[in-house]
Nanobody, 123 residues
Framework: QVQLAESGGGLVQAGGSLRLSCAVS????????MAWFRQAPGKEREKVAA????????YYADSVKGRFTTSRDNAKNTVYLQMNSLKPEDTAVYYC????????????????WGQGTQVTVSS
């Protein structure tokens, strides 16, 4: 069983930065593609970023491209989401997710999810 736990959320002013972490326990971490999704109140869960098992291939939603960066440390079984130039519209609960074997932006393809961490950006 694969378990994911996000951390690093909080309250930040517009223009600020936060770094989210997602610690993964269970099977061989590098075998899993990882992704970040977010869900704002009253909205559907949407894609944010995804990266391959090696971390060499990354993908971003247009809304965060150039501001967010995702990376992973396979030695630490952890994936990160560095969020810069935050905007109020980035306010949401952020989730990390895992799947095998290939990267995807399709929410329903992910088998494992964390509990989420709240990010609130004030204007």
């Amino acid at each position: 069983q694969v378990q994911l736990a996000e951390s690093g959320g909080g309250l930040v002013q517009a223009g600020g930065s936060l770094r989210l972490s997602c610690a993964v326990s269970g099977r061989t971490f590098s075998n899993y593609a990882m992704a970040w999704f977010r869900q704002a109140p009253g909205k559907e869960r949407e894609k944010v970023a995804a990266l391959s098992g090696s971390g060499l291939n990354t993908y971003y939603a247009d809304s965060v491209k150039g501001r967010f960066t995702t990376s992973r440390d396979n030695a630490k079984n952890t994936v990160y989401l560095q969020m810069n130039s935050l905007k109020p519209e980035d306010t949401a609960v952020y989730y990390c997710a895992a799947k095998q074997p290939y990267t995807s932006f399709l929410r329903d393809e992910y088998d494992y999810w964390g509990q989420g961490t709240q990010v609130t950006v004030s204007s």
